[in-house]
């Protein structure tokens, strides 16, 4: 045992290590930086912080090393120039909403946005005063007939998350701008990489890190993105409020998956428009929703803005099989399991009923859809697992 150096006792030196880290150590690791309290070397410093610097440190919450990190890393990655980090995607949403509108304000959402969003601009309307509008997700520049004096906040999902319809999303932005609105893009289904929402006229871009980013199904973390100052004060102002904070072992975690994001993505693409390449020949299958195949609403869009799709699409089955055949169907799939998110190793598959999630257009289809999330396991072993729970639960 080494004496110790200090005539402090034993309590007070486990409080304060005598040890130093060992010199000249480096791994391409971020360290991880847990903190609620940080520690000021004097008052002076303290009194010094101004607010509206990311990188400075006043105290857990906020930001630390690791968490600043990470931030920058995503607006780099997103061609933005800021990045708030957010306990989920939906808390992302969420500080955009705080951030930006109130009583009073209009904001405009697709119809097929991520459903909780829709649910978020429902309880502002109802409870918040503000109003909450829906419009067709296929617009494009027809979005400024809807805008008003009061309408401070445009939604964009492209595509949307369940339905695949591709946005013309310059035409949404540039009407936006032309009236001084505000555009929050969900980025989710491009990761930041497919879709480049800055080259594009948005303003500030959602990202749900609990998908292609943390890549393991097991972190719940969202980001918001933005290139003005300004926007991104007014979100920050809000999450400071808020007192949104994020884990830095989570931060860790998605640190860890970031630099194989682009392969992974680029894996799943593959196998995805295989996938659905395939299934537009099965008799099963009404229609593929999936952004790269030319039915897909939005396609020219889509082939016009994005450089791929990665792993989720959908299908919708002939309307001769029931709800309930294809509920069969889904529980039928081995290699896919049930389960919301998506964006890790494991292919995942979900019925929806879009119908009853539609208010401002029409829903052309009538047999059910199901979103399929392909994942990394071989493509071959996929499609031979659909096929064999088609047959067990259609013929
Ligand atoms: C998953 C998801 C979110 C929300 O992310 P959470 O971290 O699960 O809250 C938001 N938007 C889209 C499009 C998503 O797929």
Redesign the pocket.
Known sequence: MTEPTSKRGLQTRIVHPEDALTPGFASFSTPVTRASTVVFPDLATMRALDWRNDAQWRYGLHATPTSITLAQRLAALEGGKHALLQS??????SNVYFGIVKAGDDVLMPDNA?S??REFGDWLARDFGITARYYDPLIGAGIADLIRPNTRLIWV?APG?VTMEVPDVPAITAAARARNVVTAI?N??SAGLAFRPFEHGVDIS?Q????YQSGGSDV???ATITVDVELHLKLKRARMHMGIGVSVDDCSLVLRSLPSMKARFEAHDRSALALAQWLRTRPEIAAVLHPALPDCPGHASFKRDFSGAGGLFSVVFDARYSATQIDAFVEALELFAIG???GGSHSLAMPYDIASMRTASQWPHRGTLVRLYIGLEDEADLRLDIERAMTSALA
Do not use: H, Q, R
């Open positions: 989920s995607g939906l808390s992302a949403i991520y909780p969003n999902e998350s969900d989710t289904f959602v749900a890190l609990t998908k719940l973390m969202g919301w998110s998506w």
